[in-house]
C-alpha cells in the first residue's frame, strides 16, 4: 500500500509541474498586422536559403529523429519512406502507393494501415524539414509581428494538412536566416511552443536545409541529409519508384 501511496504522489506532483509548465510558457497568439515588411521578410529569408536552388533539387534525403528515413523525388512528388521493418513507396498526392515488410509486398487492411501511417508521418515530419519554403503555400495568410529586436513573420494556416488553423511565428537573424519559430498548435497542450531552427547544411544544389529542432526541451533531429539534381546524389542507383509513376 505504502508503494502505491507513493506512486500517487509521485503521479500528482509530476502533474502539477506539468500544469505548471504549461502555465509559464502560454503565451497569447500575437496579433499580426499587414505590411509590406512581410514581403520583404520571406524574400530576406528564401535568398538566405537559396530557395532558387531549391526549386530546382529534383532529389532529397534525409532522417527523421533517426527513426524514419526518407527519399523524395521532388519533382514528380514521390517518396519513399522506411521505418523499422516497414518501407512505403508513396504518393503522397493521391496518398496510396505499394507498401512492404520485411521486403514482402503487402495488400488488404495492412496495405491501407502502412499508407496512412506513413502518409501521418510525411505530413509531420515535411513541416520540420520543408516549413521556411512553403511560407507562401495556398491556404496561408501573411503579417507582421512588430518585435522591439527584429520584426516576426505570423503565418496562419487557413486550410491543408492535418492541423488547418495553426500559425506559426518566424524570426531571423540579420541574415534572414530562421533561428527559431514560435508554435501556436491546436494538438499541444499550451498555448505557444517555441522551437530553434539551427545547423543548416548546405546540400550540393546551394539550398540549405535545417538539421535540428527542440521542442519542450526534446531534440529533434534530421540527419543524412543530401539533395540533388541525380539519383547518385541521394545514393541511389535505380529508379525506386518506377512501379508507382
Same mark, same amino acid.
Given at each position: 500500500?505504502?508503494?502505491?501511496?507513493?506512486?500517487?504522489?509521485?503521479?500528482? @506532483?509530476?502533474?502539477?509541474? @506539468?500544469?505548471?509548465?504549461?502555465?509559464?510558457?502560454?503565451?497569447?497568439?500575437?496579433?499580426?498586422?499587414?505590411?509590406?515588411?512581410?514581403?520583404?521578410?520571406?524574400?530576406?529569408?528564401?535568398?538566405?536559403?537559396?530557395?532558387?536552388?531549391?526549386?530546382?533539387?529534383?532529389?532529397?534525403?534525409?532522417?527523421?529523429?533517426?527513426?524514419?528515413?526518407?527519399?523524395?523525388?521532388?519533382?514528380?512528388?514521390?517518396?519513399?519512406?522506411?521505418?523499422?521493418?516497414?518501407? @512505403?513507396?508513396?504518393?503522397?498526392?493521391?496518398?496510396?502507393?505499394?507498401?512492404?515488410?520485411?521486403?514482402?509486398?503487402?495488400?488488404?487492411?495492412?496495405?491501407?494501415?502502412?499508407?496512412?501511417?506513413?502518409?501521418?508521418?510525411?505530413?509531420?515530419?515535411?513541416?520540420?524539414?520543408?516549413?521556411?519554403?512553403?511560407?507562401?503555400?495556398?491556404?496561408?495568410?501573411?503579417?507582421? @509581428?512588430?518585435?522591439?529586436?527584429?520584426?516576426?513573420?505570423?503565418?496562419?494556416?487557413?486550410?491543408?494538412?492535418?492541423?488547418?488553423?495553426?500559425?506559426?511565428?518566424?524570426?531571423?537573424?540579420?541574415?534572414?536566416?530562421?533561428?527559431?519559430?514560435?508554435?501556436? &498548435?491546436?494538438?499541444?497542450?499550451?498555448?505557444?511552443?517555441?522551437?530553434?531552427?539551427?545547423?543548416?547544411?548546405?546540400?550540393?544544389?546551394?539550398?540549405?536545409?535545417?538539421?535540428?529542432?527542440?521542442?519542450?526541451?526534446?531534440?529533434?533531429?534530421?540527419?543524412?541529409?543530401?539533395?540533388?539534381?541525380?539519383?547518385?546524389? &541521394?545514393?541511389?542507383?535505380?529508379?525506386?519508384?518506377?512501379?508507382?509513376?
Amino acid at each position: 500500500m505504502k508503494v502505491l501511496k507513493y506512486l500517487a504522489i509521485t503521479i500528482a @506532483v509530476l502533474i502539477a509541474v @506539468v500544469f505548471s509548465t504549461c502555465s509559464i510558457m502560454s503565451k497569447d497568439l500575437p496579433t499580426g498586422i499587414e505590411s509590406p515588411r512581410t514581403e520583404e521578410m520571406v524574400s530576406d529569408m528564401w535568398e538566405g536559403l537559396n530557395k532558387a536552388a531549391w526549386d530546382t533539387t529534383t532529389y532529397v534525403r534525409w532522417s527523421f529523429a533517426g527513426v524514419h528515413h526518407y527519399l523524395w523525388d521532388k519533382k514528380d512528388n514521390l517518396a519513399q519512406i522506411s521505418w523499422k521493418k516497414n518501407r @512505403v513507396l508513396l504518393d503522397p498526392d493521391q496518398v496510396d502507393g505499394l507498401t512492404f515488410v520485411d521486403g514482402v509486398e503487402q495488400e488488404g487492411k495492412k496495405k491501407q494501415k502502412l499508407i496512412q501511417d506513413a502518409w501521418s508521418f510525411w505530413c509531420n515530419d515535411m513541416y520540420w524539414f520543408t516549413a521556411p519554403f512553403k511560407v507562401k503555400d495556398s491556404g496561408t495568410t501573411l503579417s507582421m @509581428v512588430e518585435h522591439e529586436d527584429h520584426d516576426r513573420l505570423k503565418v496562419s494556416y487557413t486550410s491543408g494538412g492535418v492541423t488547418p488553423g495553426d500559425s506559426y511565428v518566424w524570426i531571423f537573424d540579420e541574415d534572414g536566416i530562421p533561428t527559431g519559430c514560435e508554435m501556436y &498548435v491546436q494538438i499541444l497542450p499550451i498555448k505557444m511552443v517555441y522551437t530553434p531552427w539551427k545547423n543548416w547544411t548546405t546540400i550540393s544544389t546551394g539550398a540549405k536545409l535545417c538539421g535540428e529542432h527542440k521542442m519542450m526541451g526534446i531534440g529533434l533531429t534530421l540527419g543524412n541529409i543530401a539533395g540533388g539534381m541525380m539519383l547518385e546524389d &541521394v545514393g541511389l542507383e535505380t529508379d525506386i519508384w518506377a512501379a508507382i509513376r
